[in-house]
């Protein structure tokens, strides 16, 4: 599904220099490399504050406890997406409210949002799901009518562009109030271990956040508020600095690989490849950074996708099902409030989605193997 390896062999000169300094110098915990990282990914993204921290699902715990979510605030997510978003919002007792998503984009349905509004709701949480950014203009002016934060899980997005109504472009995880993201090793941004991030353009939240990461402490030893401890090391930021650099061109090479994969399914009736969302159906935009293809998904038709996975780890072909599941049916998550036909879209995605290899190393004929694979099964 990955090829780290490819990656590493190119950038391997640099990435090993820097974490042999990083030993060198003996500054594991906040040394330069993670300061000199904040101040490049908030140059990058157009974003005042960067704040490290040591995972994915820490920082969107993180920015919630920093927008002084309270138990029993309801907070508004996605159905269709991995499970670290609803999981901090259990964790900290706010209330998760589940709701469908879009069949085109896979991203939060914008009016199961507005009907899962009540007194109680404090948030909503829009996952960038498979590198799209949601419809943020939707979801902002949805947000300031009813006065709540917006965070933005930007785990799978990092790089991507959203274009508003009036045109001006912005990256994903800086339009809401907060944003969280994962470097995760197979994200497109990832480090050589664990590692996350939150963005704000709000100086006082980032001030709470940057005391929060850090037990709390604004002044050392004084403890004012209940934090964590969650940090980004420094060889993990040394990593990240020799990558962030080639993250665009790494994001092209996705887009590449996808435009590949969407020409090759073309006229395919039972497969319905990942909108671009900018364009009108579902050719990939050409003019902006707006898909980023964590995973290229496609939807199979024709009821057999169970057999397709099957068919493709005979071939000796990598696939995955993000996400097999809907997170109103699992345990951890099931609640008497919802009923099933609050779900239709996710309820059919779970059984007609399947992620094919992305990286940044495919190669075309690669692609032509996997897609004559793929179209040989389906339409035999
Ligand atoms: C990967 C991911 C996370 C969690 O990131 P970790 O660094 O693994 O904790 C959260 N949300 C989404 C949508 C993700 O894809």
């Known amino acids: 599904m990955v090829d780290l ?7 391997k000169e640099r990435v090993d220099r820097s974490i042999s300094e990083v030993i060198e110098s003996t500054a594991f915990i906040n040394g330069p490399e993670v300061h000199n990282f904040q101040k490049e990914l908030e140059d990058y993204l157009g974003v005042k504050h960067v704040i490290p921290c040591a995972n994915g699902t820490d920082a969107l715990q993180i920015a919630m406890m920093g927008l002084g979510l309270k138990p029993g605030d309801e907070v508004i997510t996605a159905d269709f997406t991995f499970a670290a978003t609803v999981e901090v919002i259990a964790l900290l007792q706010l209330t998760p409210v589940l709701v469908d998503v879009d069949p085109v984009n896979f991203n939060i349905d914008i009016e199961a949002i507005k009907r899962a509004i009540t007194p109680k709701t404090k948030a909503i949480v829009p996952v960038h799901l498979f590198g799209l950014s949601a419809n943020m203009d939707e979801i ?27 045109g001006s472009k912005k990256k994903s995880g ?5 944003a969280s993201t994962s470097f995760f090793p197979s994200k497109n941004l990832g480090c050589y271990g664990d590692g996350g991030a939150i963005f704000t353009n709000d100086d006082a939240l980032a001030h709470s956040i940057r005391g929060i990461v850090n037990h709390g402490m604004y002044e050392r030893y004084h403890h004012d508020v ?69 995973q290229y998904t496609l939807r199979i038709l024709t ?78």
């Open 174 to 178: 800086t339009i809401g109030h907060i």
């Open 5 to 11: 390896k490819g990656q590493y062999q190119s950038i």
């Open 140 to 166: 902002m002016e949805i947000a300031e009518q009813h006065n709540l934060f917006v965070i933005e899980d930007n785990a799978q997005g990092i790089g991507a562009d959203y274009t508003s109504k009036d």
């Open 303 to 380: 009821a057999n996708r169970d057999a397709l996975v099957k068919h493709l780890s005979e071939h000796n072909i990598p696939c995955g099902v993000y996400y097999p599941i809907p997170l109103h049916s699992q345990k951890a998550y099931a609640d008497s409030r919802y009923k099933e036909s609050d779900f239709p879209v996710a309820n059919q995605l779970v059984k007609e989605v399947i992620s094919l290899p992305m990286h940044t190393e495919l190669d075309t004929e690669q692609i032509e193997f996997i897609t004559k694979t793929i179209i040989d099964f389906v339409t035999k």
């Open 226 to 294: 209940v934090g964590v401890n969650s940090r980004l090391d420094s060889i993990q930021a040394a990593v990240l600095r020799a990558k962030l650099p080639n993250l665009d061109t790494y994001n092209e090479s996705r887009r590449n690989a996808a435009r590949q994969y969407t020409e090759a399914f073309k006229g395919i009736e039972s497969i319905v490849t990942p909108t671009g969302f900018c364009d009108a159906g579902n050719s990939i935009c050409d003019t902006c950074d707006c898909h980023v293809f964590h």
